[in-house]
């Protein structure tokens, strides 16, 4: 079967605009040519419902967010999951990656926003909210990290010294 058996909750373009990259409920996340729309891999899957997905600036890797509290990195080419980020206490809602492709930055429903380090697989930086933080995305120039509570607050957070 090419397409999903469930419902897609997530979708991305990669930066050049070759690939579509989806995820359903299913867990599994699938690679689409977006010119003629055919399927052409399953990356992996987790092990709980995929919440959010993202690609890197130079489109070859593919980061991933999940019920089951782990963030993965997976090469868009090989389908390999190059890394697993772990550290959150409940699900993760949402993750984004600066434009600079070094850092991502998760939301989860443990009230943290939490910064990582994507060569060294490390956590760099940690902020905790009154809710649940819901959705996360950085600013073109690395610098500020705008992140929504599930409470309704919107948390304008500076990156420094990275």
Same mark, same amino acid.
């Given at each position: =079967?090419?397409?999903?058996?469930?419902?897609?909750?997530? =979708?991305?373009?990669?930066?050049?605009?070759?690939? %579509?990259?989806? &995820?359903?409920? &299913?867990?599994?996340?699938?690679?689409?040519? $977006?010119?003629?729309?055919? /399927?052409?891999?399953?990356?992996?899957?987790?092990?709980? *419902?995929?919440?959010?997905?993202?690609?890197? *600036?130079?489109?070859?890797?593919? @980061?991933?967010?999940? /019920?089951?509290?782990?963030?993965?990195?997976?090469?868009?080419?090989?389908?390999?999951?190059?890394?697993?980020?772990?550290?959150?206490?409940? +699900? %993760?809602?949402?993750?984004?990656?600066? *434009?600079?492709?070094? %850092?991502? %930055?998760?939301?989860?429903?443990?009230?943290?926003?939490?910064?990582?380090? $994507? !060569? /060294?697989? !490390?956590?760099?930086?940690?902020?905790?909210? !009154?809710? *649940? =933080?819901?959705?996360?995305?950085?600013?073109?120039?690395?610098?500020?990290?705008?992140?929504?509570?599930?409470?309704?607050? @919107?948390?304008?957070?500076? +990156?420094?010294?990275?």
């Amino acid at each position: =079967m090419e397409g999903h058996s469930n419902k897609i909750r997530a =979708m991305a373009i990669t930066p050049d605009s070759k690939a %579509v990259v989806s &995820v359903s409920r &299913v867990n599994t996340i699938k690679i689409w040519d $977006l010119k003629s729309g055919k /399927y052409l891999k399953t990356l992996g899957w987790h092990h709980r *419902p995929v919440t959010a997905l993202t690609s890197t *600036p130079d489109g070859k890797t593919i @980061v991933s967010a999940s /019920y089951d509290q782990i963030i993965k990195i997976w090469n868009l080419q090989s389908g390999e999951c190059l890394r697993t980020l772990k550290g959150h206490n409940d +699900l %993760v809602k949402d993750v984004a990656i600066t *434009p600079d492709g070094r %850092v991502v %930055v998760s939301t989860s429903h443990d009230r943290t926003i939490k910064v990582w380090n $994507l !060569e /060294y697989e !490390e956590e760099i930086a940690a902020f905790i909210g !009154e809710s *649940p =933080m819901t959705c996360c995305t950085v600013t073109p120039d690395d610098r500020t990290i705008v992140v929504g509570e599930q409470s309704g607050r @919107v948390h304008f957070l500076r +990156l420094e010294g990275l």
